[in-house]
Every structure is written in structure tokens, then in C-alpha cells.
């Protein structure tokens, strides 16, 4: 059977899995930050992103035929097992995170007094589901709810931006500097750190590879897109004042969307959007570990659902509340994720450059 997936499929994920820190997390760390400086944020940010993506193509592009964990081996030998261990670690935390991400942001939604663990398992279900799949079929769906998902966009920007107060985007420049450096730094970290994970994926299994780094870049710069205009309109209609005590201001933005009276209560049809990023991240977060055991020749379905069920009793406990959750991930997630991260392209990258040479 074909398992090949098509580059936009691929590349769509990355609109998805870019936005899962964002959600409660990154929206509220920025606009209590640097406030109407985040747009500022968010470009530099932006631009930041793109370098270390450079660097995560060039990773890509080194031995098309293997995955990660091939390439560290290779890479790095008798280190890269080591490596591999940490990786699989450090994302094995993201999927809980994703999985207690999804819990409160339903529950503080929707169904608030449904307990934590049947929400958890409703959303847990499909994503083991999904994950036991290939990525060919993951990507599909991507490409269609990103499709309803631009449609949302533009069908939100024409209603609301005679909403936006031009004089709650101003003053334009009264953000200190470091704080704006500040700020573009945790938005490259909750931006580009999920991607990482996509270098599971040989890129020989994907349809016109050569095309493939164009196509990334393209999403990216989409996603940037979409970023800035959310964060436009949020402290143009709302105020800088106002968007800061929100729980979820993309959310209650989304909630004064109408046309014309006939087409209400958008919000919670863009919760697809958000809903599905979270879903996307667990999915892909459990087949970075599912690849994992098969690259050790231990991966059996004992051995899978016995991590997954640790994962699914962690996330109910690790956190007691919203709060903490929050500001845990605000603190440490640069520190756990994002640094070694970089550290681990950047040094890729220079044994790159040398056996090339």
C-alpha cells in the first residue's frame, strides 16, 4: 500500500501543531508581556522562527531515507542513543501536556462538570486511533480542516474588522525593547519547538520532496500570518486592559462574529481550529514515541499502552489546577523543550556542514 504523504498535506501539520502552546498558554504570557508591543513580538518572533527552520529543513534534508533517530546515530554515534532517550522523554511530557491542555480548556468551555478523566478518554481514544495509522491518512485531514480553518479566518476578518478601535492599538511604540526581544523569543519557542517532531518522518516518504522545503516555508509564513492578525484584532476590539483578563481571548473574540444575525455563535465552529491543533500535537507526539519503540525493535501494543495509560494518570494528577499548569509551562517550557532543542540543531548542523565537507 502507498503510505507516501503529500508535501501540503505534511506541511499543513505545521500549521496545526505551531499553534498547540498558544492556546491559553502562549496568548495571555505575550499580551500580559509586552502588551501592544506583541504585535512587534510576533514579527521578530516571526523572523527568528524562519532561521531556526532553516536549520530543521537542513536536518530534514540529511539522509532522506532515515528518521531522527537513524540521523542522531549517525550523527552522532554512541551519544546519539542517549540523545534519542532524551527526545523521546521530553516529548513524551508534551503529550501530557497536551492531554491536560485539552481537558481544561473543554472544561472551562463546555463541560465543567464532567470529570477530568472522561474527557481525557474521549479525546484520548481517537488519538491512539490515529497514531496507530501512517501519517499519510493524519495528513489528509489536516489539509481539509485547514481548509475550513482559512475559510473561518477570512470570514472573521470581514465581519470584525470594523470592530477594531485603532485607538486601542495605540501608543505604537511605548513597549521597552527588551521586553519586545523578550517576548519574540517565547514566541519562537512555542512556535517552532513542535515541529521538531515532524523529523520522525523520513522525507523520502513524502511525495515531490524536492518541493518540500518551499511548501514549509509557505505554511510558515501563513501561520505568521495568522498570528498577527489574531493578535490585531483582539487588542483592537478589545483593549490591551481588557484582552489581559481573559482566559481565552481568541475565544471570546470569536464570539462577536454574526452575519447579519443568520450565521452566530461562530466560536464554537473555530473551535475546530484549536481543537484539532491540540489533537494533531497528541497524535503526533504518540507516533514520535510508536517510532521510537520500533526504531529498538520494542514496540508492541503492551508496551505502547502501558505509556500511554502512565501518561493518561499523569496528566490528571501532574497539575492541580489551571493556574499552575499554566504558569509551569510558562517558567520551565523554554528550558525542557525549546533550548535543547536548538542546541541539538545547531550542533546537527555543524557535523552536517562537516561530513559534507
Known sequence: MNTKISRIGFSSIIFFISQTMFLHTGLNQLLNGSGNGSIYSILLGGLLSMIILFFIIRYF?????????????????????????????????????????????????????????????????????CASLNMKTISKVSISVFLVTVFIILFSILNLYSSIEINNLKPWFNTPIIKIIKDSILFTSYFVSPTFMLLVIPKNEIYESNKLSKTIIIFYIITIINFLLLFIFIIGVFGIDLARILSYPEYTLMKKVNFFDFIQHIENLSTIEWLYSIFISTVLSLFFIKEYLNYINKYNKKIFGFIIIISFITSLVLFNNTTIGSNFMMKYFIFIFFIPIIILLLISNIKIKKNKN
Open 61 to 129: 534534508n540529511f539522509e532522506k531515507d532515515l528518521n531522527l533517530f537513524k540521523k542522531n546515530d549517525k550523527l552522532f554515534r554512541s551519544y546519539g542513543k542517549i540523545i534519542n532517550v532524551f527526545l523521546v522523554i521530553i516529548f513524551t511530557f508534551y503529550f501530557i501536556y497536551s492531554l491536560w491542555s485539552i481537558n481544561t480548556y473543554v472544561q472551562n468551555k463546555y463541560l465543567d462538570s464532567t470529570p477530568s478523566f472522561i474527557i481525557i478518554l474521549l479525546f484520548l481514544i481517537p488519538a491512539v486511533w
